[in-house]
């Protein structure tokens, strides 16, 4: 079945969790609502026709590696020539260089869709972006001014290269190298893994970021640089010239994303690549942060988008599978599962989580918009942290998400589901890596939990945490039959993240170890408050608008996580609180024993 | 990394949860504590040494169909030859066919054994007692005579032929055709998928179970009757005749499980297969039924065993790749990852899941053994009731164990936990149908709630939950420090189950829909309880042998458990009492849209 971009559920987080209309009336986003609309339809229509036709038979082909140069399936680089030519890539990127200035919750609504519609078409402009980011931020007025119109119109993508075999998560022993040359430039030797898109045939050039150390650089994360590494020098008149010292040695066989080609690159093999250094020497790592931490939101997004994807695949099988007979079903006549309680509870929970993840990725990405372009220096710097306090929710949680919702997809599909052609299973298989790249779900949660919580000495988790709870007290105090008992749970969910909160603050200082312990279950915790949250505020959004009544699918989903899901709030409480000192009982030797 | 039969934890769990004890000294189990071990370690060697090697050359290479043939991976016919030869096949079977007589606790130790190994290997002997179960319970002497020695050294093994491309989980709407014929036999004729080792070399013969229609059979499920078809006619001296007219058509390509020959099996293509009565016309179903339920347990069994080989390879990786310096690394050393908190949180979850789900398993295989083997027909009948009460959770909350354990392990390896060569992936995907088959996972949760709650009145469940509750007790009376608050967390998911419970039985009555929404919680919660209470009944016995003190893996993981996750039993609670109605509120149409 073709995915169809749920446009509606989108512009409803966008109004009612993200507060799209209030970003529009204080100047934050600079267009109207009805072009955000018709932005996010057209975006839609390409994902329909252009991309989702590729997912099934570019995961089946998968890129390859034939004679040094890297094959992507059939059909990608039309499509990919049609992105560009569409200005999908320059979409949210600086109109200085030639973007659309759109704002990151319209950027991060079309990047829902294309990595709907097909995650492995998707990577490939989504690391784009952060690259243009690290570059606008901090690149020299010449390395923007020769590169980033080319990268912003999506002509020549960019790439993140961090990894190196022995330096995954710990970026401070990576041994990449990097020689000054008299000219200024550097060259660049060393071997990176795990690179998204590292080569291919798409378009006429590849940006490289790469992260490397200077001869006398400090050991630590304090000595590393990053450098600009075209795949092709580029001539002084802006036209292609010389091959770069650098090449794909080979792909990685995945699990998932098979049409995303993940290459191992050499650098410097014939002598050093030439480098343009990015920011300041030994500086590099904050740079690339700044790319990680958009990314990271990108990535929750693609956790957000998988599962979207896997819901609508495995709604329409559910309305077309008969077996067995509903309660509505007629004598002797099969029911749609989708008429039984099970396959009932299974859809409202994918559909339910599905758009808690999207509330809390656009309401990130609505705080990057606030820090960035409000007037207000004190709002800009509250949107800033409050931006920083939630990437990591919405990187992991979302992703998190993206797993056990393909998983329930596959699940509906019975037997079908773990046949390949179906296509539920690439879902599942794809999903997997979300929680992973850019940077482990748990080092995330560790994130959250280490540096985001004390933040302002804590004042920025604080203030959050008051706001869900009156819209908790709101919820309850509405005494609306139609929400049943979502207030309380709510109310309780908020209540238990508050504590949580209290608990990590202390012991951060006293219990550090036991702080990291509990860093999953409360990042869990939190998404699971701040998710129903934002269903709730959707919820009584349509009662202030007179829409409720019969049975609203905003107020239904909003109640049933609410009662279904956040209802496992205080578990998580007491998992965080008491649970600490037992998952250190066994020292790592006992623990392998 | 190779895998090792856990032998000493699989004791334990007999010891501590099933009681193995007790079953040697009534003379429900008619061997001793010594050769019970010697079986396993036996079992354990020709795991590690025969069967683990294959298993990922045999997910790459996987069964391929040519030329009409299905060929099997490299190593597989001489593996098989190994088992038979073991006497591995019969090491469960009747001593009056040439089995071993051993009893159901020893052979599902030694099922999760060859599953952990070598998950697409092990399918074949599970199916094939199965068969050997519904023949020897229902099938004609004759039948006996001539199949079952043949079937239970191994040298035939058999398949379960039941579902059809419109009836998978409904079975009542097959229409495989039976035929009787003048000499007493019946012509098959239809197809059936799914058909898990439907076709092979591996052995002179294949003898299938096929479910069919009479002519004149009722409609619905009385009218199924059960038909043993061999893929060779036996001649009348046992030897090998004709080719039956049974067909592989063709095999299907896979999420996981590559080596296990899924097949599309064509019955009376030209003209009919000759099959035979197992049992009476139109009364198949109970004796699959019979199948199906030992064939339950035994996949439970296979979700333990993958957990057990996820964790087994996640802790190999986890002592050997070093990121990060932890609390204990020394200064200017990177930390092996085991050492850091989110990875031993992670383990620790690997490790009393992967236990609490075995715990399970080897209580239903004790109950089954005290069923069939006790002397007092009260004891019988009461164990025969709680098998059947258990063999749904054993089966549903242990395979769902097998994927979020297989999931933590591959997050566990990080980026290279994507890569296939890796071997983490290879579970993750081979786990997701652990949950399908053999009656999926929401299937066994309504099975739970709508036959077995019910089952003497509600005795059967309120009994068992009486003991629970008693253990729970105890723990907390022993008010052991060591124990922390394992007492308080057991005794309210005890309590928790309890109440969930009792609003079933008042929905079932009252609002049958409502429990069918409430099943898939309440059955997690039920393994919950029941699972952390077995790992507390170990901790005791732990305490009872003098053992305690310094740190016990048996005590910190039951408390570990107890503390992490049987805390989420509230909550679950209040999703199953109070969330049922918002599943319902949006009708089917409404949550397709």
Redesign the interface.
């Known amino acids: 079945m073709t995915y169809r971009a749920p446009v509606d559920d989108i512009m409803f987080a966008l109004r009612t969790a993200a507060g799209l209309p209030g970003l529009i009336e204080t100047g934050v986003v600079s267009v109207d609502e009805e072009t955000v609309r018709a932005v996010i339809e057209e975006a839609g229509k390409f994902g329909s026709d252009v991309l989702d036709p590729l997912n099934g038979p570019g995961d089946k082909a998968g890129s390859k590696l034939v004679n040094g140069r890297v094959e992507t399936p059939a059909g990608w680089k039309a499509a990919y020539q049609g992105f560009v030519d569409g200005g999908w890539g320059a979409l949210p990127c600086p109109e200085a260089h030639g973007g659309q200035g759109l704002p990151e919750v319209v950027s991060m609504a079309a990047c829902e869709i294309w990595n709907s519609a097909n995650l492995s078409f998707g990577l490939c402009p989504l690391l784009t972006q952060g690259a243009i980011h690290a570059i606008d931020t901090h690149g020299s007025a010449e390395l923007k001014r020769i590169y980033l119109p080319k990268m912003v119109s999506g002509h020549w993508p960019g790439t993140m290269n961090l990894?190196e075999p022995?330096?995954?998560?710990?970026l401070g022993?990576l041994r990449s190298k990097a020689e000054r040359q008299a000219d200024g430039t550097y060259r660049i030797t060393g071997t990176k893994?795990?690179i998204t898109y590292g080569d291919h045939e798409l378009t006429e050039n590849i940006i490289h970021l790469v992260l490397a150390r200077l001869p006398d650089a400090p050991?630590g994360t304090r000595g590393i640089s990053l450098f600009l590494v075209p795949k092709y020098l580029v001539n002084a008149d802006g036209s292609i010239g010389a091959r770069n010292d650098v090449v794909c040695a080979s792909l990685?066989?995945?699990?998932?994303i098979h049409a995303s080609p993940t290459a191992v690159m050499k650098y410097g093999e014939a002598g050093g690549a030439v480098g343009y250094l990015v920011g300041e020497e030994n500086r590099g790592l904050n740079t690339m942060f700044l790319m990680m931490n958009a990314a990271r939101l990108a990535v929750g997004v693609q956790g957000v988008a998988i599962a979207e994807r896997a819901t609508q695949r495995a709604?329409a099988y559910?309305?077309d599978r008969?077996?067995?007979r509903s309660?509505r079903g007629k004598a002797?006549e099969?029911s749609?599962i989708?008429?039984?309680?099970?396959?009932?509870?299974?859809?409202?929970t994918m559909?339910s989580m599905t758009q808690a993840a999207r509330a809390i990725c656009l309401v990130t990405a609505r705080e990057l918009d606030i820090a960035h372009h409000a007037t207000d220096p004190a709002a800009k710097a509250a949107a800033a942290n409050r931006a920083a306090l939630l990437t990591p929710v919405a990187k992991a949680f979302s992703t998190d998400i993206g797993?056990e919702v393909a998983?329930l997809g596959?699940?509906i599909h019975?037997?079908m589901?773990?046949?390949?052609?179906t296509g539920a299973?690439q879902h599942?298989?794809d999903a997997?890596?979300l929680?992973?790249?850019e940077g482990?779900?748990?080092i995330q949660?560790?994130d959250l939990v280490t540096r985001k919580l004390p933040l302002e000495g804590g004042t920025t988790v604080e203030t959050y945490i008051g706001e869900l709870l009156r819209t908790a007290e709101e919820v309850r105090a509405s005494n609306n039959p139609e929400f049943?008992?979502m207030g309380e749970?709510l109310s309780d969910a908020v209540t238990a993240l508050a504590e949580a909160t209290r608990w990590m603050g202390t012991a951060l200082a006293k219990n550090?170890?036991g702080a990291?312990?509990g860093?999953?279950?409360y990042l869990r915790l939190f998404g699971l408050a701040a998710g129903g949250i934002y269903l709730a505020r959707g919820a009584l959004a349509v009662v202030r608008d007179g829409q409720s009544g019969g049975?609203n699918?905003r107020?239904?989903?909003a109640?049933?996580f609410a009662?279904?899901?956040a209802?496992?709030?205080?578990?998580?409480r007491?998992?965080i609180t008491?649970?600490a000192?037992?998952?250190?009982?066994?020292?790592?030797e006992?623990?392998?024993?």
Do not use: C, W
């Open positions: 990894t022995h330096a995954g998560s710990d022993v893994i795990f050991p990685e066989h995945k699990l998932g709604i559910a309305q008969k077996q067995g309660s002797g099969m749609p989708i008429e039984h309680a099970d396959t009932r509870r299974n859809i409202m559909k797993i998983s596959v699940q019975g037997g589901g773990f046949i390949e052609e299973a599942y298989r997997r890596i929680p992973i790249y482990t779900n748990g949660a560790i049943g008992r749970r550090p170890e990291l312990a860093a999953q279950p049975s699918p107020i239904a989903l109640r049933f009662e279904n899901h209802a496992l709030a205080g578990g998580l007491d998992t008491t649970g000192e037992s998952t250190f009982l066994l020292e790592p006992a623990l392998a024993g």
